[in-house]
């Protein structure tokens, strides 16, 4: 049994994904153990709690400072002993001991074809703002293996989504997470939880 934690931000749609794959056995041999949230008043805490999955809450907020945060989090990480840390919509900028300790074991899901509209200032809306502004025919989302940089890591899954004309930021998102996100990321825990997913010299394989 492969034992996650979802670290969360918001809505938590992707979450919601995670959880409805477990339940309808499209993702097969994960628990989620926690979800960890920055924000107290994140719906994704109320998926949650709906499913009967414990929730914390570590704000920034209530920390001194980004140090003391950042040791916070990764201790509720910790205690919940996950082999797998999942960043669904986590818009924190990740510790970098948190991402030593589980080198390989944290993956995120982003809202574009990485290396398109990544990095730095590119999350949430502002990922297909980007999109649009730029006027490409096609993006997607992309999950991929957390390293140090930000959205540089091994990609495992992408998986394209057709723009269309009089899209807005808004409509171009629920696209994106109907037909790449939702999809990719349950599939990517399933083949993780199974084994058939390897990281080697910076880039992941799957092996069917
Ligand atoms: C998702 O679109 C996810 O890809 C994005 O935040 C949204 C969270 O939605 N993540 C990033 O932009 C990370 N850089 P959700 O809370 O409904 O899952």
């Given at each position: 049994m492969l034992k996650i934690v979802v670290c969360v931000s918001g809505g938590g749609t992707n979450l919601q994904a995670i959880i409805d794959g477990i339940a309808q056995g499209t993702?097969?041999?994960?628990?989620?153990?926690r979800v960890i949230s920055?924000?107290?008043?994140?719906?994704a805490l109320e998926r949650a709690e709906q499913a009967g999955i414990e929730g914390v809450c570590v704000s920034p907020?209530?920390?001194?400072?980004r140090e003391q945060f950042n040791r916070a989090l990764l201790q509720k990480v910790e205690e919940a002993a996950p082999d797998l840390v999942v960043l669904?919509?986590?818009?924190v900028v990740i510790p970098p001991e948190l991402i030593r300790r589980y080198e390989n074991r944290i993956v995120n899901i982003h809202?574009?074809?990485?290396?398109?509209?990544?990095?730095?200032?590119?999350?949430g809306l502002k990922v297909h703002e980007a999109a649009l502004a730029r006027g490409v025919k096609v993006t997607g989302a992309t999950v991929h293996f957390v390293d140090?940089?930000?959205?540089?890591?091994?990609?495992?899954m992408q998986k394209a989504v057709a723009v269309k004309d009089g899209d807005t930021p808004e409509s171009l998102q629920r696209r994106v997470m109907e037909e790449a996100e939702w999809v990719i990321l349950p599939k990517c825990l399933d083949l993780i939880a199974a084994g058939k997913v390897t990281v080697a010299d910076g880039q992941a394989h799957i092996t069917e």
């Open positions: 993702i097969g041999n994960v628990r989620i153990v920055n924000n107290k008043k994140a719906y907020r209530d920390y001194a400072d669904a919509g986590f818009l809202p574009s074809l990485i290396p398109s509209f990544c990095g730095t200032g590119y999350y140090e940089g930000t959205d540089t890591g091994p990609i495992l």
